[in-house]
């Protein structure tokens, strides 16, 4: 389990419990108290989560909070990928955005930049920020709302994209390997994005440098199911295999 996972398991049981004694915790995730303590001190330098004695509690109102930490973590990578994907999408057509922080910077320049798009999104915020264009058509898929990214989870959104077709889907993912393609680390996510998959025309994977050469719990989609990989920088070996499909992003060096 790699740091930001752990961080995100932590967040969790506080959802649960509200409060809970760090030893308890290192023991619940395996790790150390060292591991513990320095998760913590993160969280709480993040203003997440409140420490008391021997442990910490759930800080009220913090859940909208993560979603936007998340949005900062390379932002200035996943705002040059967001960028890259405004010229694929044009008027009148019919998109998916996952609920992604990269999508979600997508979206504001979608309501800023092109109009009459038809939208479907599972994330609450993306399709608030895409409200402030009123030629947008936003359709939000419901179900049980995970209040900790913002975003709905569950058979009820996963049934209701089996019956919604798009022509182009936008997904993040949390790993890139090209030896098996994009990956997840949450089941439910990587579970919904597999139903969008198999009901658009065409794929469309934003995936930052910092995820490339690297593999997750959950694989979502192959390489052969990907159409076009958007990207914050050059890779060579991902050029060899997705050719012109491969769009990265070029400093003024042309690099």
């Known amino acids: 389990m ?3 996972m752990r961080q995100d398991k932590i967040l969790e049981i506080l959802q649960k419990r509200n409060s809970v004694n760090l ?19 993160e969280l709480y330098e993040r203003g997440l989560i409140e420490k008391f004695y021997g442990g910490i509690r759930k800080r009220n109102h913090f859940t909208e909070a993560l979603f936007f930490e998340r949005v900062k973590i390379n ?32 979206a504001k320049k979608l309501a800023e930049n092109k109009d009459f798009l038809n939208i479907v999104t599972n994330n609450l915020y993306t399709a608030l920020v895409l409200s402030k264009n009123s030629t947008h058509n936003i359709i939000v898929v419901g ?12 058979v009820i959104p996963e049934n209701m ?8 889907a936008f997904f993040s993912c949390s790993a890139f390997s090209l030896e098996e393609g994009a990956f997840e680390n949450l089941p439910h996510s990587a579970s919904l994005k597999k ?9 469309y994977l934003l995936v930052d440098s910092s995820k490339f050469d690297k593999k997750s719990i ?17 890779n060579e070996k991902i050029h ?10 070029k400093n003024k060096k042309g690099a």
Do not use: H, P, W
């Open 2 to 4: 790699n740091k930001m």
């Open 23 to 41: 030893e308890d915790l290192a023991n619940e995730l395996g790790v150390s108290m060292v591991t513990i303590r320095r998760d913590v001190s």
């Open 75 to 106: 932002q200035d990578k996943k705002e040059k990928i967001a960028e890259l994907a405004l010229q694929f999408i044009n008027r009148d057509t019919t998109v998916f955005l996952d609920a992604s922080s990269t999508c979600f910077l997508l």
């Open 143 to 154: 179900g049980t709302l995970d209040n900790k990214n913002g975003v709905t989870v569950g």
């Open 161 to 168: 994209m089996k019956e919604i077709r798009v022509e182009k």
């Open 195 to 203: 139903i969008v998959g198999e009901n658009c025309n065409e794929i």
């Open 218 to 234: 959950m694989k979502t989609f192959g390489i052969n199911e990907i159409n076009k990989v958007i990207s914050n920088s050059f």
């Open 240 to 249: 060899e295999v997705f050719k012109e499909d491969f769009v990265y992003y």
